[in-house]
């Protein structure tokens, strides 16, 4: 996998000149998340909307149908490799929280595998009398048997960690335990971690993440753990990992200064070695090779490599002082490298080719890498599903729009399906097209649309436009039942954007708008919408849009800046106070995409758009659905809180629902999740159907 793509999202930049005083903010008060005042508005709030919406007559079949798609003992439990086991997580009706299961290869592969329970989080939450939300494993490589489990509490990225017996299926008595915090851990032998989370006051970057990595000692105290590295507060933070390969473990230490730069560093014996390559690159190890995808041209070896490119080298020859890469992959102009993963010996490389999906898998031949396409087709992505260094077994899926996620298995016999969702809505007579608008300056914009073959192009569908447009994250064609059920079964038309700030074409594409280049993701954005009124798909009274976290900003931008273009604005988990972002939780991590807003001249151009300062008197804004939750400590609810309530005191009606659970999403549990869609499905469909 790609080291940067496994981390946790942060930065501050070093000290600027402050802006101007700002005027007082209102209602600042509800930045306190749990506090009494905060709550009862949270309260109110909430009964006010479920009141309206969960009465209207498509509430309960939505939440019925989404129950149901959400709890179907149909979904593909998807496979996590360890060993010769196969583990999955499953969550369900009976048991709501989930449980952490295996199987044996055969079993998996078999009509009905035969799964053993290996942790119960339902009956540990009763237990311990609290809500945990199941947030992974790390497991002692080769044998699997002492794992680290992750405990959330409602869903938080804040973790307890706890060492787990998969043999005796119990938590090791005396074992190692990491009390709650933003905290990454590897193991190093049985009987020492590498740590990073909260050691105490200091030992946190003004991001929110770890400031140093320790190396902790089973039957040792947790401060006296030796400090492997520690970085400055104002960075984004330090990460402890660790990779194998089929010949070896490396263990490693990850150092992030901003967001789109980091190191890498192995540890050998006690010291950790710098791996000199650029910030923005990420790594993979497959055998003796390390692999780097480029985001920049990097002059190596007396070659300049292209950014994009997948280059490769032995690593030790490349820590003995050698540059002679070898190209694995070098993309075209409309085409990328989504990830990389590894067997034990194939390097499998997703790419997108004009946001199409396809699966490549490299290999080393008498020194050279050569590579073939893995057979999948249609419209739609492709992704690993799981692998091993063990052996060159692997797991990926395929999936689109209308066509059901479909789990393959790639081995010495070829390719063959594992697994096939059921059809869970009726795709009869759907169609997917792709079309492309053009932005204020020029580009190309490129997105998809969902709908019934032969609508009547007159401008009454009522449509859902949804993108995201930063952060290099690609927005690819996907299997949504949810969305399949309650809207595009219902006449709806689907739209996804591919606008810039994603990765649809590479670095580039991202880059393009970033700091003060914002405002051409929301063109792009803007651009779409008035497209699909340009070809009478829809109308600005039918169309609707919607956006989460980065993608909520999007969305809340768009609401601003054009409002007579949109009737209906879902805003979730948003950014909407760019003036303080960077003061809120995790918020300081995601200045190398916005700016600084204390520096004077990066905050002018973010205050052109930051949606709670942009909102304004005497303005035709459609009434807004924000959703949030509680125990979201990456984006502060904060943010949606208190622009709910600042278009309230100038007179704009707004929904708004906040769930008390669900970290950085719209619940842990899938009734839960299902109220939080039905919400949010029927608030459109009330304001583009009706």
Request: glycine residues 8%; contains cysteine.
């Amino acid at each position: 996998m790609k080291l940067r793509n496994a981390l946790v999202l942060g930065l501050l930049l070093p000290a600027a000149p402050l802006v101007a005083q700002q005027p007082e903010d209102p209602f600042q008060w509800l930045e306190d998340v749990e506090g009494a005042r905060s709550m009862e508005w949270v309260q109110a709030h909430n009964r006010a909307t479920t009141d309206e919406l969960e009465a209207h007559p498509a509430y309960r079949p939505i939440y019925d149908r989404t129950l149901q798609i959400l709890n179907s003992r149909e979904r593909i439990a998807f496979p996590d490799v360890r060993g010769e086991w196969i583990y999955n997580f499953w969550q369900d009706q009976e048991k709501p929280r989930g449980v952490w299961r295996r199987t044996r290869w055969d079993s998996y592969l078999s009509a009905t595998p035969q799964w053993e329970t290996v942790l119960d989080v339902d009956s540990l939450s009763r237990a311990e009398s609290v809500a945990w939300s199941w947030a992974g494993a790390s497991c002692l490589e080769p044998q699997e048997r002492l794992c680290l489990v992750r405990l959330s509490r409602g869903g938080a990225d804040a973790v307890q960690v706890r060492e787990f017996d998969t043999q005796a299926r119990r938590f090791v008595e005396g074992g190692f335990f990491l009390p709650e915090a933003k905290q990454s851990i590897a193991w190093r032998g049985a009987d020492a971690l590498i740590v990073g989370r909260d050691f105490g006051e200091g030992t946190m970057t003004t991001s929110g993440y770890p400031r140093s990595v320790r190396l902790w000692r089973r039957g040792t105290p947790l401060q006296s753990a030796t400090t492997l590295m520690e970085v400055p507060a104002t960075d984004m933070g330090v990460w402890a990992t660790s990779i194998r390969t089929a010949d070896r473990t490396w263990y490693a230490v990850s150092h992030r200064p901003s967001f789109f730069e980091g190191t890498m560093h192995l540890l050998q014996g006690d010291r950790l070695v710098k791996l000199d390559l650029p910030l923005d690159a990420d790594v993979s190890l497959v055998r003796d090779q390390m692999a780097v995808y480029l985001r920049s041209p990097w002059q190596a070896g007396g070659t300049t490599h292209p950014a994009g490119s997948l280059i490769a080298m032995p690593i030790d020859r490349f820590l003995a002082g050698q540059r002679n890469f070898q190209v694995v992959v070098q993309p075209g102009e409309r085409s990328t490298i989504q990830d990389v993963s590894a067997t034990r010996d194939f390097l499998l490389v997703s790419m997108l080719n004009n946001v199409r999906g396809e699966l490549r898998k490299f290999s080393l031949r008498d020194g050279r890498w050569t590579g073939e396409t893995v057979p999948a087709s249609g419209v739609g992505s492709v992704g690993v599903a799981s692998t091993s260094p063990d052996h060159n077994r692997f797991f990926f899926s395929f999936t689109g729009f209308t066509q059901p996620t479909t789990l393959f298995l790639s081995d010495e016999r070829g390719v063959r399906e594992v697994r096939r969702l059921p059809a869970m809505f009726n795709a009869a007579g759907l169609v997917t097209e792709q079309f492309e608008a053009t932005s204020k300056d020029g580009t190309r914009v490129p997105y998809f649309v969902v709908r019934k073959e032969g609508v009547a192009l007159d401008g009454t569908n009522p449509t859902l436009l949804y993108a995201y447009g930063g952060f290099e994250a690609a927005q690819t064609p996907s299997y949504n039942a949810t969305v399949g059920a309650a809207w595009l079964e219902r006449g709806g038309v689907y739209v996804l954007a591919n606008i810039r700030g994603g990765g649809e074409f590479g670095p580039a594409w991202h880059r393009a708008g970033l700091k003060e280049n914002r405002q051409r993701v929301y063109d792009d954005f803007i651009a779409v919408a008035e497209d699909l009124v340009t070809r009478r798909i829809t109308t600005p009274r039918r169309l609707g849009i919607m956006g989460g976290s980065n993608g909520g900003l999007l969305v809340g931008v768009a609401l601003t800046q054009r409002p007579e273009l949109f009737n209906a604005v879902v805003v979730q988990v948003p950014l909407l106070d760019m003036r303080r972002y960077n003061k809120l939780l995790a918020g300081a991590s995601w200045m190398a995409e916005y700016g600084n807003p204390d520096v004077p001249e990066e905050w002018a151009y973010i205050s052109r758009y930051s949606p709670y300062q942009n909102v304004r008197a005497g303005q035709r804004y459609p009434r807004v659905l924000f959703t949030t939750t509680t125990r979201d400590d990456r984006v502060h609810p904060g943010h949606a809180r208190k622009m709910a309530a600042l278009m309230e005191s100038m007179g704009y009606p707004v929904y708004y629902f906040e769930n008390t659970e669900g970290g950085h999403g719209s619940g842990v549990t899938s009734e839960q999740r299902a109220r939080t869609l039905a919400i949010t499905y029927t608030y459109l469909l009330k304001r583009l159907a009706d």
